[in-house]
């Protein structure tokens, strides 16, 4: 059974930058795996940030990429804002059937 | 555009079912495929699986094999998971999100979230 792991939680100053990852027991997470990324507030549905790896949606602002660092999936914040204060998830794709990672607490302070 | 809109809350006993329902428009319903993700209290996001609403083929996570069924409905853009044997565990806040796969597979649009609590 694949295991999706992430940082519990992070902290970050506003205008500053970040990096969640998301690892697999499985090993190497690749492009094969379509990483998805979602922020969810609380009280809220998640919200769709990032598809396979780095492509981002019409409304994911631009200081959030994706990308394949070290093994990992990764998502970067970039000139982080108070409003990106959220819950992070990844999605990992495994032969038909999807696994998110954990979650990571994101705060910024 | 797309518009997912789940049905209200429910309680349940344990060991009864539940039919949760995401009624879809704005889109072609038949051109996409819906996950159904489900959230514990304080916990995170789980896959529960995936039914695609043209032809009607599912795939169900592992955990669920057992107790789960999505259907859908073309006449009404409406998909439907239903979960047996309840146990308190099952309370939680479920989700369906549309997904499609052109070159990749992509999730977008969520619905609101249908909080179903398993209690005597």
């Known amino acids: 059974q694949t295991v999706v792991t992430q940082e519990p939680s992070l902290t970050v100053s506003p205008g500053g930058t970040v990096t969640l990852t998301c690892a697999s027991t499985?090993?190497?997470?690749?492009?094969?795996?379509?990483p998805n990324w979602f922020q969810q507030k609380p009280g809220q549905a998640p919200r769709a940030l990032i598809y396979s790896t780095s492509n981002k949606h019409s409304w994911t602002p631009a200081r959030f990429s994706g990308t394949l660092l070290g093994g990992k999936a990764a998502l970067t914040l970039s000139g982080v804002q108070p409003e990106d204060e959220a819950e992070y998830y990844c999605l990992l794709y495994y032969g038909g059937a999807w696994v998110f990672g954990g979650g990571t607490k994101l705060t910024v302070l | 555009q797309g518009q997912l809109v789940q049905s209200g809350a429910a309680v349940k006993e344990p060991g009864a079912s539940v039919k949760v329902s995401c009624k879809a428009s704005g889109y072609t319903f038949t051109n996409y495929f819906m996950h159904w993700v489900r959230q514990a209290p304080g916990q995170g996001l789980e896959w529960m699986g995936i039914i695609n609403p043209s032809g009607g083929s599912t795939t169900y996570a592992q955990k669920f094999q057992d107790r789960v069924t999505m259907t859908w409905d073309t006449s009404t853009s409406t998909v439907y998971m239903e979960l047996s044997s309840l146990r308190s565990e099952d309370t939680a806040v479920y989700y369906c999100a549309r997904a499609s796969w052109d070159l990749v597979p992509l999730f977008d649009y969520w619905g609101q979230g249908t909080l179903v609590t398993v209690s005597s």
């Open positions: 499985t090993g190497e997470v690749t492009s094969g795996c379509y």
